[in-house]
């Protein structure tokens, strides 16, 4: 059997922590079309029998029903692939969702809260979706797979391994219960990074996300293709998103001016689909105004910068001259030496202590 695995498209999604610039937003919700697009073409001229879509499909908070029928009338170009859907955290099948009350084409499967069967020929493919934002596990722990002899799939979508309280609250299962099951291939969905090539004929894949969310998410993304029989599975990892997110560091330590570091910026050089993340390190010789910087660079690349510089000061030696300069910094460095204090208010002493020194210059 030949199969398509793609999961968290989050169609609708705002992207309004990406950055300052105004319409990524927009851009962003044209990837997410043109990607989609990408697979439905893929399915028809490689004739796959099946999709499977491992959750996230939209956002339920922002999704319009334009977005919805946009979905549907691809699932309409396909008639002969049978889609399964297994609803995640952020599409959950709940009586508001489009998974509930849209009539959706018929090759669609939807599945919802309770582990579902259905047969086709000598496959059983199984899934569980969301009915909530949060899912304390879908009983995967006392399911048992009805006949060993037939292909079993199992679509879903969430954490696995997972150690923190707040992946506990997506669905948390373990590789080892689901390797025990006997699954011959598991579609999961929640992970935005790519996990299919960890070891030899892995069979319990994450395809990651189908376009970054963010520089948080570098790299490649795309869908999973796979060939499947009871004793083989070959996979392949097909990028589709042409966006790709990538940060770039710049050093300050010899750059001596605003104006000069502008021009640095200004001046750099991507490829044409890139979105930059600028990491400010070193040491600086004049203060960073972050808004500042983001109104003077035309560079259109370039969508957020960072400052991750310190004061190019030795502060030690000041702390210890007995002036009004060395008390400022004394006392600023005490306050650095708090361990409770957080790494924002850490930033803002820091700042601070930049900005009393300039005036006490």
């Not at 610039?21 to 851009?27: A, N, R, V």
């Not at 499909?57 to 946009?70: A, D, G, H, M, P």
């Not at 400010?280 to 960073?288: D, P, S």
Request: hydrophobic share 35%; net charge negative.
């Amino acid at each position: 059997m030949k199969f398509v695995h793609i999961a968290d498209m989050h169609f609708d999604a705002p992207f309004t922590n990406l950055s300052d610039k105004e319409m990524l937003g927009d851009l962003m919700r044209l990837e997410q079309r043109k990607v989609f697009k990408k697979v439905i073409e893929y399915i028809k001229e490689n004739f796959v029998e099946y999709l499977f879509i491992a959750g996230d499909l939209y956002e339920q908070k922002y999704v319009r029903k334009s977005t919805i029928e946009y979905i549907n009338n691809l699932f309409k170009e396909i008639p002969k692939t049978k889609i399964f859907i297994a609803p995640g955290n952020h599409d959950p099948y709940i009586k508001n969702s489009y998974y509930y009350k849209f009539d959706w084409n018929k090759n669609v499967k939807i599945f919802t809260s309770k582990i579902e069967k259905v047969k086709l020929g000598d496959i059983n493919i199984y899934g569980y979706g969301f009915n909530d934002f949060y899912c304390e596990g879908c009983g995967i722990e006392d399911f048992k797979i009805e006949d060993y002899n037939l292909i079993n799939i199992f679509v879903v979508h969430g954490s696995l391994d997972c150690v923190s309280v707040e992946d506990k609250q997506y669905n948390p299962m373990f590789r080892k219960d689901l390797r025990e099951k006997g699954f011959d291939y598991v579609a999961l969905g929640h992970i935005h990074k790519v996990d299919y090539n960890h070891e030899e004929k892995q069979r319990i894949v994450y395809p990651g996300s189908m376009i970054s969310g963010g520089f948080d998410e570098l790299g490649k993304h795309g869908m999973i293709v796979g060939e499947l029989n009871k004793d083989d599975i070959k996979l392949e990892f097909i990028p589709l998103a042409d966006i790709e997110f990538k940060i770039k560091e710049i050093e300050v330590t010899y750059i001596f001016s605003k104006e000069e570091l502008i021009e640095k910026i200004n001046e750099l050089v991507f490829k044409e689909r890139e979105l930059i993340e600028i990491i400010l390190t070193g040491k600086r010789n004049f203060q960073i105004n972050l808004n500042e910087l983001h109104k003077l660079i035309t560079n259109s690349k370039v969508i957020k910068i960072k400052d991750k510089t310190k004061i190019n000061y030795d502060l030690k030696l000041l702390s210890n001259e007995k002036t009004l300069k060395g008390l400022f910094v004394k006392q600023m460095l005490d306050k650095l030496q708090d361990e409770t204090i957080t790494e924002e208010y850490r930033i803002k002493i820091e700042k601070a202590m930049e900005i009393g020194l300039e005036a006490l210059q």
